[in-house]
């Protein structure tokens, strides 16, 4: 089946650290990629997304690297701050193209 | 306020109950979608809809129904037939139904099973 996965459930850090959070992905067709931010109790946000005819994308602090070789996808979050502190999710297309599929997510940890 | 609004936020259901899980849309979005979430889990897709009259299943819809009567609303039943049905579900809504746009989402109903 399908299926969207992070390399780990959860990431500590440092304030003012840069965080990296990892996924990888099963459907090699996918078009789109997609990273959304989660708060206690809250529906998730959007944070950034990718075309899979790019490798990197850049935002506010906040970059996006795909690796359509080894399906990876990467969210890099520059000088990480505790306003950060929620559950990322990456998802990506599912197989007939209709809807989004989603990891299982990491809890990013950032301490003062 | 442009948006997606569900309801109720918090909902308690005796065994063998259905349930029905409100979502409404004033963005204008074609497709709209629904998602469960358990704790410590991903998003699964139950059920979702590009367009008016049409909907389909995704990953996980058994014990669930839903309707597309009007493109604002996208109402989720959680039948007797869900064998484990306490979770957090969560509507969103997407320009298109193509996969390749973002996803708005609510802000959640919280089902819990008594």
């Known amino acids: 089946g399908e299926s969207v996965g992070l390399h780990l459930p959860t990431l500590s850090v440092q304030e003012g650290d840069n965080s990296i959070i990892n996924c990888a992905y099963s459907?090699?067709?996918?078009?789109?990629f997609i990273w959304y931010k989660q708060e206690s109790g809250k529906g998730p946000q959007f944070i950034i997304d990718?075309?899979?005819?790019?490798d990197k994308r850049q935002g506010q602090r906040v970059t996006v690297l795909l690796n359509k070789t080894v399906k990876h996808l990467s969210l890099q979050i520059a000088a990480t701050q505790p306003g950060d502190s929620a559950v990322y999710f990456c998802?990506?297309?599912?197989?007939?193209?209709?809807?989004?599929?989603f990891g299982k997510g990491t809890t990013l940890s950032v301490s003062s | 306020d442009g948006g997606i609004t569900q309801s109720p936020k918090y909902l308690f259901r005796k065994e063998g109950q259905n349930v029905t899980l409100s979502c409404e849309q004033n963005?204008?979005?074609?497709?709209m979608y629904w998602y469960r979430q358990d704790p410590g889990q991903g998003l699964r897709l139950i059920y979702y809809?590009?367009?008016?009259?049409?909907?389909q299943k995704g990953d996980i819809a058994e014990g669930y129904s839903v309707s597309r009567e009007k493109k604002e609303s996208f109402p989720l039943t959680v039948t007797s037939a869900q064998k484990n049905p306490t979770a957090f579900y969560l509507c969103?809504?997407?320009?298109?139904?193509?996969?390749?746009?973002?996803?708005?989402f609510g802000e959640g109903s919280r089902l819990t099973v008594l």
């Open positions: 969103a809504t997407s320009r298109d139904g193509q996969g390749t746009g973002e996803l708005f």
């Open positions: 459907n090699s067709a996918s078009d789109y």
């Open positions: 990718i075309r899979s005819n790019m």
């Open positions: 998802a990506h297309q599912n197989q007939a193209g209709t809807a989004l599929i």
């Open positions: 963005l204008n979005h074609d497709a």
């Open positions: 809809s590009q367009i008016v009259n049409d909907f």
